[in-house]
């Protein structure tokens, strides 16, 4: 079993920036696959952005590309969504994902991100 906790949600201002946090612990030496993703009621949740923990290999959506950027902090277990200029349309609950070998996935319980002025 894999437990992540999000932090670092709140609300700011378009153009503003925001780091969310997601702690992991348990069986993180299965873990091959980490990513952020969101989701705003009555939509599918998305994949914002992805990292691979062996070739620290990244993806973004499109629609962050240039603002966001996954990092993680492997010594401490944590895994980093620096969000910056952010927009109204990126208003969500935003989840830490981690995939394991054997197809195990984990999600962390959410955090609210509101852009508005």
């Known amino acids: 079993q894999v437990q992540l906790v999000e932090a670092g949600g709140g609300s700011v201002q378009p153009g503003g920036s925001l780091r969310l946090s997601c702690a992991a612990s348990?069986?993180?030496?299965?873990?091959?696959?980490m990513a952020w993703y969101r989701q705003v009621p009555g939509k599918q949740r998305e994949q914002v952005a992805s990292?691979?923990?062996?070739?620290?290999?990244?993806n973004y959506a499109d629609s962050v590309k240039g603002r966001f950027t996954i990092s993680r902090d492997s010594a401490k277990n944590m895994l980093f969504l620096q969000m910056n200029s952010l927009k109204p349309e990126d208003t969500a609950v935003y989840y830490c994902?981690?995939?394991?070998?054997?197809?195990?996935?984990?999600w962390g319980q959410g955090t609210q991100v509101t852009v508005s002025s």
């Open positions: 994902n981690v995939v394991a070998y054997g197809a195990e996935q984990y």
């Open positions: 348990g069986r993180l030496f299965s873990i091959y696959f």
């Open positions: 990292i691979r923990i062996g070739s620290s290999a990244t």
